[in-house]
């Protein structure tokens, strides 16, 4: 009876504030059109109840029970600009349906069609007539939905990911699995039963210490298995098992021969002799402790066990053409390691080299090794150290192989150092006379090439000149040729790799740029050094070694003589022979060029650390507190997602933070430094933080494009000139070190002069500690003549070269430390490597065992994942998921009335009318609609009155580089603000996108009129506005900044809440507040609500957007990114909500819309668009998909290399096209 009262009382109400209905009906607008923007120069007068006085009157407040009516508002309108207010109606600046037009799914590429038997073989000098290759051709695929196409330099015999699932763009977690058709007696061999499986899968993968959590597992996942069975394990021998399950690993794949496994190799190394001991023979020491494996071995296994759709035998070119723009130029993209044009440039010099089997015509492949080495501490309260030598492969996707977790990573050496007996073996040769420091430096590189060496042995050599025939994985026997394409390294280990001195002259391993030289990062001189002077590993270079190790090892000279230095100083050479020199060839390797950057240890541990510490002590000119609001404003920036964690309590110490935390704090610390430097850099040190910031988002992006490199170039410039400028600016303020420095440094001295004391006899000039500076700081000044800020200048050159920087970070090595160290706390620490190795041969089987029955297992069981629906929304994809249950605890049972007990918040006055006013939009399908009045409102009601709130919203989307990525996102939490897009009529002036705060997330079903209940989804928010007076971007150099509604009146409620549809949100979005600001209660003065940022009622004055809280949010700001783009008109969008009975858009011929200059004939080929998957298979192939690009014989780089190269070389070019 009272559900009757008050919908009957809340009809009357409306009834006679909407009595002229009729007309308004006819608007076009209605509703829709009520609001304002307003202008501190012409905003209209109030009268004393506040309200706008234009002709109507506000209506007093309603009675308490009932929800108020909608107040009159005018239509006035004006026109954005950049310095005009903001607008008062976010709702009619939201862009609705832009997710349901823009959002589509990640495509596979087009198939190619199958290999023609006519075609015409290629002619070789070097072959035998009766064997001759096919004559090799181009081929283009179609492009996809978004414009993508492949461009091969032959026809490839299989694509791998043609037919492959959604699993290789959907993160790892979310995959779905494969079925495998094997028995699980063979899959858990040579374990005798299940019940020995579990049991050993609990030992070895189940971690190193003890947890509640473990003996969960042990219970659940052991002994309460259908499988498991106590007798299964009397009698056996699990030492036996152990041995062939590490045994197992060298015999896994039948079609390779047996690997030899892990070794122990001897080396030894000569020491230079004395003048007067040249009558003497040479001088030897042995060297113990290198625990190696083939690299053929693990490039077998690789190629001929590896079954994922996502290795790719043949290498490609990858191209990008905005769909709809015929006129617009096909870009390169730059992502995969084998879509690089190193990789490419490679397998083409393959095909026609010279091999010893002149009869072979097997396919031929290239096998991309990619290395990775860094020193790591095994245990924390332990100096026992490691040096593993790791390898993985370019034919993996990065998005795969940089995963811990995909057992991609592969373990090729465990580095020995050189040992102190070293120096007593030398002290004896040297006839009691002590090796000095330099001796000892040399021998350290000659062991590191002595290695490399015994790695790179007569087996590898004679492969990378002829291959070896393997039966890949595919079923295709290839003759496979291995090839190094980078080496990712610290700086120290690059200089042992690259043989020159460290911190040298010539500081760099790439380039012959001198130290004073070092910091001109972007000017004309530095780029024509890296050009010009680039290493080469020639035989003038080889000429020079041998010249040096001849003085030393025949002549007597000492490594550091001058006849030595005088050959070597001015390039920073050492005399040691490179073991890399050994490759060459037809593939014609070089070292130098391999060492690529370390974004990990040279910006993140580098510059920007370096500049944040550089800012932490001007932070001190103003005091501790200064330094105490600075950590204060850290403590109070909100997580978000998995890119920004909870800082520390003293981030300024920067005690025990890694790198990712470096990059957290660089991603966000805009805010935190505004208003607390010196005046005379607070605004300089912003503009430079946006810059870097900028920069770092650029450099960690996972696809490029030929313009979004250009803008990177740019960047790097703009970003060394800001440097060099901030250094100069602050040389002329009194900068020490911080207190902490100050404390840590004298704790140094004070250690070196106890070791000093304990070897009092043993003068060693080069070991003396730095002279004191009296009792007080030191003055710092911001250091940028170092190869770390050198480096940044190499970014766009590598990329060019090799793909994306996250394909070949130092980051993938990083996070294999920590298999290591669980495997050493499972030694007895006596030949701890040798056990080490035996322990990952065992897990390495186990890992591929679980593997296999888990798939088998999901596969005939059928068995969904914990939360199916969300994965589900992400598979097929829906723009967001919420639950679809209509569960009891989240039903609000009467919604009037809830209402009316939330009275007293301002967020719910017209909770009701604002609801049914957005509804009946959706309902209708637009606002615009002629039947969307005033009194059709009155129609829209709620089944039962109930409504369901939910915890949270799921917003699925697709990232720039198109994968399917979730946000999630919670009223109750700190991941609450949403971003929505602007419509497409938008004022060029106007910002490109809306924000709102979440309050609520909502389902009901709803009647209108007739029609039957229908469910419908709506978020209750809070808008935020952009602030025009301080507009952000990448003109100003300043992040966007936000702001609340003032709740003055009724008509500023309502400008300051509303109801959104979920699927118009973009994404979730990262708002720092403008700590500056500080917090107000002024937003909604006099009332509490629970729309408020604080518990105690308060609001924070400003936010400022995060546009570089992670890579698809700063590409979203860019522009350009190719996920973000709407695909083809004639192919149908995903994801569209079923609320409007429109109809689906049939499939249509895309026109191949390819740059003239790369067809082969006239006229357009046709796209017959995506093959049906029953007919899809991996060798599945359509001629009509392909553009034939002929060659005059063999294609030459110049041929493959012709777009790729306006981007290598076209600098000038792209630099006209940046715009900030």
């Given amino acids: 009876m009272l559900r009757f009262l008050l919908a009957h009382f809340l009809e009357i109400l409306l009834n006679s504030l909407f009595e002229d209905c009729d007309s308004e009906c006819n608007d076009n607008g209605g509703l829709a059109k009520r609001r304002r923007v307003y202008s501190p120069t012409h905003e209209p007068e109030r009268n004393e109840a506040g309200s706008s006085n234009n002709g109507r009157v506000a209506p007093s407040t309603p009675d308490q029970h009932a929800p108020p009516p909608l107040p009159p508002e005018p239509t006035a309108a004006v026109n954005p600009s950049r310095t005009r207010p903001f607008t008062q109606s976010q709702a009619l600046r939201v862009g609705i349906g832009f997710r349901v037009e823009h959002n589509a799914l990640p495509d596979g590429p087009r198939p190619l069609a199958p290999p023609l038997d006519e075609v015409a073989p290629l002619q070789n000098e070097h072959m035998n007539t009766e064997q001759q290759l096919p004559r090799r051709q181009g081929y283009r695929t179609s492009p996809d939905l978004f414009g993508r196409y492949r461009v091969y330099a032959s026809r490839p015999l299989t694509i791998p990911d043609l037919n492959a699932p959604m699993a290789h763009v959907l993160p ?72 062939q399950l590490a045994k197992a690993a060298q015999n896994q794949d039948p079609s390779c021969p047996p690997a030899e496994g892990w070794k122990n190799i001897p080396l030894v190394l000569e020491v230079p002799r004395l003048r007067s001991q040249l009558s003497k023979d040479p001088f030897h020491v042995e060297v113990s402790g290198l625990r190696a494996r083939s690299l053929l071995d693990i490039m077998r296994k690789t190629f001929s066990s590896n079954k994922s759709p996502t290795f790719h035998y043949e290498p490609y070119y990858e191209y990008y053409k905005p769909p709809n723009t015929p006129n617009s130029t096909p870009q390169p993209l730059f992502g995969e390691m084998y879509t690089s044009a190193a990789m490419n440039r490679v397998h083409r010099k393959v095909q026609t080299a010279q091999i010893s089997d002149q ?74 006379k002590p090796p000095n420091e330099a001796l000892l430096t040399h021998l350290r590189r000659e062991l590191m ?108 000279r000492l490594v550091q003589s001058k006849a030595v230095e005088d050959l070597l100083k001015e390039e920073s050479y050492v005399p040691t022979q490179n073991a890399f020199s050994r490759l060459g060839g037809q593939q014609e390797f070089n070292v130098f060029s391999s060492l690529v950057v370390d974004q990990l240890h040279k910006v993140e541990l580098g510059v920007w650390k370096t500049l944040f510490k550089h800012l932490v002590r001007l932070l001190h000119l103003g005091g501790n507190n200064v330094v105490s609001e600075f950590n204060k404003r850290f403590r109070s920036i909100p997580p978000f997602g998995s890119t920004i964690r909870m800082f520390s309590e003293d981030v300024a110490s920067m005690g025990r933070i890694a790198a990712r935390d470096f990059e957290d704090i660089l991603q966000c610390s805009i805010p935190a430094f505004e208003g607390l430097l010196p005046e005379s850099c607070d605004r300089p040190a912003q503009q430079l933080l946006f810059i870097f910031a900028q920069w770092h988002g650029m450099a960690k992006l996972r696809l490029h494009t030929k313009s979004t490199l250009g803008i990177f170039k740019s960047l790097t410039i703009k970003l060394a000139s800001a440097l060099r400028a901030f250094s100069d600016l602050t040389k002329s303020l009194d900068v020490r070190e911080t207190p902490q420095e100050y404390a840590r440094r004298k704790k140094r001295q004070e250690a070196a002069k106890a070791v000093a004391m304990t070897r ?9 500690t730095i002279s004191h500076s009296g009792d007080g700081r030191r003055i710092c000044s911001l250091n940028l003549n170092t190869y770390k800020f050198h480096a940044l200048g190499d970014y766009v050159r590598t990329i060019e070269e090799f793909g994306t920087t996250d394909s070949y970070s130092t980051q993938i090595g990083e996070l294999q430390g920590r298999r290591f160290k669980a495997q050493y706390s499972r030694t007895n620490k006596q030949d701890a490597v ?70 007293h918040d301002i967020s719910t006055r017209f909770f009701l009318p604002q609801l049914k006013r957005h509804l009946l939009a959706r309902v209708l399908g637009d606002s615009n609609h002629p039947e969307f009045c005033n009194s059709n409102i009155l129609k829209v009601r709620l089944a039962q009155e109930r409504m369901y709130r939910h915890n949270t ?9 198109i994968l399917r990525q979730q946000d999630s996102l919670s009223p109750t939490s700190h991941q609450c603000f949403a971003l929505l ?133 700063l590409m979203h700001y860019i522009g350009g990114g190719i996920g973000h783009y709407q695909p083809t008109p004639s192919e149908t969008t995903v994801g569209s909500n079923d609320e409007s009975d429109g109809e689906e858009q ?75």
């Avoid at 065992?842 to 888990?854: D, H, K, N, P, W």
């Avoid at 829906?878 to 989240?890: A, H, Q, V, W």
């Avoid at 919203?953 to 580089?961: F, G, I």
């Fill in 359 to 432: 009869n072979c015509i097997l396919p031929r492949c290239v096998a991309a090794f990619m290395f990775s080495s860094d020193g790591i501490q095994f245990a924390q309260f332990s100096h026992v150290k490691g040096w593993p030598i790791l390898c993985y492969f370019g034919n993996k996707s990065k998005y795969e192989r940089c995963k811990p977790t995909s057992n991609t990573c592969y373990a090729a050496a465990h580095v020995p150092t050189l040992p102190d007996s070293i120096k007593d073996e030398i002290t004896r040769l040297y006839d009691g």
């Fill in 981 to 1113: 897009p602007t419509k497409a009529d938008r004022h060029p002036d106007e910002h490109p996108f809306v924000y709102a705060k979440i309050l609520g997330v909502y389902h009901a079903k709803v009647l209108y009129d007739r029609r039957p209940p229908k469910r419908y989804e709506f978020i209750h928010v809070r808008w935020l506005y952009y602030d025009y007076d301080r507009p952000g971007g990448w003109e100003h150099h300043k992040l966007d900044r936000l702001h609340y509604q003032m709740c003055r009146n009724d008509q500023d409620i309502l400008d300051a809440f509303d109801f959104i549809d979920p699927k118009d949100i973009l994404r979730a979005t990262h708002l720092i507040p403008d700590f500056q600001a500080g917090k107000t209660p002024e937003y909604i003065p006099r009332f509490h609500s629970f729309a408020h940022d604080h518990t105690e009622g308060t609001d924070w004055s400003a936010y400022y957007v995060n546009r570089f809280v992670d890579r698809d949010m």
């Fill in 172 to 243: 790892l977690h979310l995959c779905r699995p494969l079925n495998h058709a094997q028995s699980v007696e063979k899959i858990i061999q040579p374990c005798p039963n299940l019940s020995v499986y579990y049991v050993q899968r609990h030992h070895w993968l189940n971690g190193n210490t003890k947890s509640l959590a473990d003996r969960d597992f042990l219970v659940d996942e052991v002994l309460l298995q259908p499988g498991f069975n106590p007798a299964d394990m009397v009698g056996v021998n699990l030492w036996e098992i152990d041995n």
């Fill in 834 to 903: 040798t056990q080490m190795t035996r322990i990952d041969d065992i897990t390495s089987v186990l890992r591929e065992m679980e593997g296999a029955l888990t798939a088998l297992q999901k596969a005939s069981t059928n068995q969904p994942p914990i939360d199916e629906g969300a994965m589900d929304s992400l598979l097929d994809g829906e723009p967001y998921f919420i639950g679809l249950k209509d569960r009891s605890e989240d039903m609000i049972p009467n919604v009037s009335l809830w209402v009316s007990q939330n009275s």
């Fill in 760 to 768: 009092i006899h043993q003068e060693t000039p080069t070991r003396q």
């Fill in 1146 to 1220: 049939a499939d249509n011929d895309d026109e191949d819309e390819l740059g003239d200059e790369d067809k082969d004939g006239n006229g357009a080929d046709e796209d017959q668009g995506k093959a049906p998957e029953s007919e899809r298979t991996e060798d599945t192939i359509n001629q009509e998909d392909v553009d034939v690009i002929e060659f005059d014989g063999e294609p030459s780089d110049e041929d493959m290399d012709d777009e790729a190269e306006s981007v290598l070389e076209g600098d000038d070019e792209i630099d006209d096209e940046i715009e900030f």
């Fill in 953 to 961: 919203l799921r917003v699925n989307y697709t990232s720039y580089d």
């Fill in 449 to 556: 090439h002595a290695i490399w060496t015994a790695l790179i042995d007569e087996e590898f050599v004679d492969a990378w000149r002829n291959g070896i025939v393997i039966d890949c994985a595919n079923g295709i026997r290839r003759r496979v040729f291995p090839c190094i394409m980078t080496y990712s390294a610290d700086y120290p280990e690059k200089v042992l790799l690259a043989t020159i001195r460290n911190g040298g002259q010539c500081l760099c391993p790439r380039c012959l740029v001198q130290k004073p030289m070092a910091s001109q990062v972007g000017t004309t001189q530095d780029m024509n050094t890296r050009k010009h002077k680039h290493r080469k590993d020639n035989d003038k270079y080889h000429k020079k070694i041998s010249q040096a190790r001849d003085l030393i090892y025949t002549q007597g």
